[in-house]
C-alpha cells in the first residue's frame, strides 16, 4: 500500500512539474513576427535608397568599393572571407533590386506567421550581404544588431515545417542565447554612457539629447521641455534599464519578467522620443525571450493561446534541432569571449564585430551627448547673381529638420541613411566625408535618384 501510495505521489510530482515548466511556443511566435516586421522594414529602405547609395551611379558606388578592397587583401576570394556578400558575384543596379525585393516578401512571409530555418537563413544572408557593402550608409550598430539577431532566430525554427505552431518546440538553448544577447545590448549601452559623458553621470543628459539627436520625432520638443526633474527621472531610468535590469534576465521567471517589462517599455519610451530607424524595435526582439508562454496567455488574444497550448500538448523536443542547438551555444561561447572583454574594458569600444559573420558583437548609443544642434543644408539658386542677395533655395531632406516651423516627422522604424549620415557630417570636415562632394556634384545635375533621397527638388525641370 505504501509503494502504491509514493508511486501516485511521484505521478502527481511529476505532472506538476509537467504544469509549471515554462514554455516557449508563444514566445517564438511573437520573436518571429516582430523580426520579420524589423526585415521587411530593412529591406523596404534597400528598395528605396541602396541604388541612388551605393549603385552603379549612386553616391559611393559598391563596384569602386569592392576593387578597393579586393585589391588591399589580393583578390576577390578573400574579399569575400572577410567581407562575405552575395554581391561579390555580381553588384549591377538590378541585382541590388532583386536582393532586395526577394528579402522583402520573404520578411511578409514570416509577419505572416510562416517561417523556418530555411527562409530564416535566406533573409540572414540577404541582409548581411548588404551591410557588408553598405560602407557609412550600413555603419551603424543595428545592422550588425540584425545580423545576430537574424542568426540566432534560425535557430528557433525547424528546417521545413513553415506553421506558426510545428511539431517541434523551440530549443531553450536558443532562448538563452537570446537572453544573453539583451544582455549585452543593454549592458553595453549603459557601460557606454557610465564611462562617456559626463552628462549622464550628473544626469542632465536628456535636457540636450531630445534636441540634439539624429533626427527628431513629432513627440521630440514635448520631452525636451518637460521639467528639470522630470528630465533626471528620466536619465535614472536609462541607467536602470540599461544596467540594472540586464542582470536579470538570467534570473528566475518573476525577476525575469520583470526585467523584460523594464527593457521592453524603456524601448517604447525611445521610439515616442525620436527617430532611432528600427534600433529600438530591433532591441525588443531579444527582451521577448524573458517571457514565456504563461506571461504571454494574459497579454495575447485567446484563440492564439488556445493554439499555442494545443501545439504543446501533441509538441516533441527535436533532437536534431537540440543537438544543432548545442552546437551554436558553444560556438556562440566562444565568440562572446572578447566582445565580453571589450565591455568590461575601460576602453570599449561599441557597435563592433570581432569576426566576418557578425555573429556575436559588442554594443552601445549616445557615449556622449551633443549640447548644439548643426546641420548641414544644401542651397541653390537659379539667380545670375550667387551673393548672398541671391534667391537661395534648400534642399529639404525627409526627417532632418530644415524648416524650423515645421514639426519633425515620424520616420522610425523607417530609415533615411542620407539624412543619418548629413547628421554625422554636420559635425565634422567635408574632407571627412568625400562623398558629400558627389553629393554637390549630382545636384547640380538634378541627378533623378540623388534628389529622391530628399523631400523635394526646389528646381524642378
Request: charged fraction near 15%; hydrophobic fraction near 50%; proline fraction near 7%.
Amino acid at each position: 500500500m505504501e509503494a502504491i501510495d509514493k508511486t501516485e505521489e511521484e505521478s502527481e510530482e511529476a505532472i506538476s512539474a509537467q504544469v509549471v515548466a515554462p514554455t516557449y511556443w508563444l514566445t517564438r511566435f511573437v520573436i518571429l513576427r516582430l523580426l520579420g516586421f524589423i526585415y521587411a522594414i530593412a529591406f523596404a529602405v534597400a528598395i528605396n535608397q541602396v541604388v541612388p547609395l551605393i549603385g552603379a551611379g549612386g553616391l559611393t558606388p559598391v563596384g569602386i568599393y569592392l576593387e578597393r578592397i579586393s585589391a588591399a587583401l589580393g583578390g576577390d576570394a578573400a574579399g569575400f572571407m572577410r567581407l562575405p556578400s552575395l554581391f561579390w558575384f555580381g553588384h549591377s543596379d538590378t541585382a541590388l533590386l532583386i536582393v532586395a525585393w526577394i528579402g522583402f516578401v520573404l520578411s511578409l512571409v514570416v509577419v505572416a506567421g510562416y517561417a523556418n530555418a530555411l527562409i530564416m537563413v535566406v533573409l540572414w544572408i540577404l541582409y548581411m550581404s548588404f551591410n557588408h557593402v553598405g560602407q557609412e550608409w550600413y555603419g551603424y550598430g543595428w545592422e550588425i544588431q540584425l545580423t545576430e539577431t537574424g542568426f540566432l532566430a534560425i535557430f528557433l525554427c525547424p528546417l521545413l515545417d513553415m506553421r506558426p505552431f510545428p511539431r517541434y518546440a523551440p530549443p531553450f538553448q536558443i532562448i538563452v542565447l537570446f537572453r544573453w544577447l539583451i544582455f549585452r545590448i543593454m549592458m553595453g549601452a549603459g557601460l557606454i554612457k557610465l564611462r562617456g559623458d559626463v552628462a549622464w553621470r550628473n544626469a542632465t543628459a536628456l535636457q540636450y539629447h531630445f534636441e540634439t539627436q539624429p533626427i527628431p520625432g513629432p513627440l521630440s520638443r514635448f520631452f525636451h521641455f518637460l521639467p528639470r526633474a522630470g528630465l533626471k527621472i528620466g536619465v535614472w531610468f536609462n541607467h536602470i534599464a540599461e544596467v540594472v535590469a540586464p542582470l536579470f534576465v538570467f534570473w528566475p521567471r518573476i525577476a525575469r519578467h520583470i526585467a523584460g517589462v523594464v527593457i521592453v517599455v524603456f524601448q517604447l519610451t525611445i521610439i515616442l522620443s525620436g527617430n532611432l530607424s528600427f534600433l529600438n524595435w530591433l532591441t525588443i526582439v531579444p527582451a521577448l525571450a524573458c517571457f514565456d508562454d504563461g506571461f504571454w496567455s494574459k497579454v495575447l488574444p485567446k484563440g492564439l493561446v488556445r493554439r499555442a497550448e494545443r501545439a504543446g500538448q501533441i509538441g516533441e523536443e527535436s533532437k536534431p534541432m537540440g543537438a544543432t542547438a548545442w552546437v551554436v551555444t558553444v560556438v556562440i561561447a566562444v565568440l562572446s569571449l572578447q566582445p565580453a572583454i571589450n565591455m568590461l574594458s575601460p576602453g570599449q569600444v561599441m557597435n563592433t564585430s570581432f569576426e566576418p559573420f557578425d555573429l556575436v558583437n559588442t554594443y552601445g548609443a549616445f557615449g556622449t551627448v551633443g549640447q548644439e544642434r548643426l546641420n548641414v543644408v544644401f542651397e541653390g539658386t537659379d539667380d545670375n547673381d550667387t551673393t548672398d542677395n541671391a534667391n537661395w533655395k534648400p534642399y529639404i531632406y525627409k526627417g532632418l529638420p530644415v524648416l524650423l516651423d515645421k514639426r519633425p516627422p515620424q520616420i522610425a522604424p523607417y530609415q533615411l541613411r542620407l539624412d543619418w549620415q548629413m547628421w554625422f557630417a554636420s559635425m565634422a570636415a567635408p574632407s571627412d566625408y568625400p562623398w558629400t562632394y558627389n553629393l554637390v556634384w549630382k545636384l547640380l545635375h538634378n541627378d533623378k535618384g540623388t534628389l529622391s533621397l530628399f523631400a523635394g527638388n526646389p528646381f524642378p525641370g
